[in-house]
């Protein structure tokens, strides 16, 4: 079956440095998608990423879609302290059913 | 009102036990799921429907029953808790948007 393989599973940074956390799947994707989950919270939807190098940016948040529809990546410029939490990439396949990778945990030093 | 309202928050139940933890939505989605979040497993699908007669098995359905209520509602059940079902369990819906969390449940089997 389809597998989301995301890393790294932890990072953790000082206020202001950058942020990337990458995911990459099995098979080819049909989308992509990227979740927030705030520490003892669930998870929110950030974006949806449908096209071939498809990048789509969020104030300091840069996301990104591969050409061949099977990796994607979620950037952070200059880390503030309220971007702590869990991101999650999920693969979308043919059904609208998703299939999410395992999170990285961004922490944060002020 | 939340768009996704689950009940209980919080419960722990004795091994052995049925349990049903209740999934609501306001969203008017026909797609719905139950998720499964333990540390370092991320989210595990455990059984999603995509409409009111449509009731399908996720990776990790074994232990678990459903039941599609009507579009708005989606329950879980555990026939016999056991403790490795401890764990913080997700309802969710989704359009082509994305999906849309529910708050958890956090169950503990002791």
């Known amino acids: 079956g389809q597998q989301v393989m995301q890393i790294p599973q932890y990072q953790h940074v000082q206020e202001g440095e950058d942020f990337t956390t990458y995911c990459n799947s099995s098979?080819?994707?049909?989308?992509i998608q990227w979740y927030k989950q705030r520490p003892g919270g669930h998870p929110v939807f950030l974006i949806q990423l449908v096209k071939s190098g498809e990048v789509k940016k969020q104030k300091r948040l840069t996301f990104q879609f591969g050409e061949a529809k099977k990796n994607s990546s979620l950037h952070i410029t200059a880390t503030q302290t309220t971007d702590v939490g869990t991101y999650f990439c999920a693969g979308g396949g043919s059904n609208y059913k998703l299939t999410f990778g395992k999170g990285t945990l961004l922490t944060v030093n002020p | 009102d939340a768009d996704v309202t689950q009940t209980p928050r919080n419960r722990i139940t004795k091994t052995g036990k049925r349990i049903m933890l209740e999934c609501s939505q306001t969203k008017g989605h026909d797609r719905m799921y139950w998720y499964r979040q333990d540390p370092g497993l991320g989210l595990r699908l455990i059984y999603y429907?995509?409409?009111?007669?449509?009731?399908n098995k996720g990776e990790i359905s074994d232990g678990y029953s459903v039941s599609r209520q009507a579009q708005a509602k989606f329950s879980l059940s555990l026939e016999s808790a056991i403790p490795n079902q401890t764990a913080l369990y997700f309802c969710a819906t989704s359009d082509f948007l994305g999906y849309t969390f529910g708050s958890g449940t956090r169950l503990t089997v002791v």
């Open positions: 098979t080819t994707l049909s989308n």
């Open positions: 429907s995509f409409d009111v007669k449509d009731i």
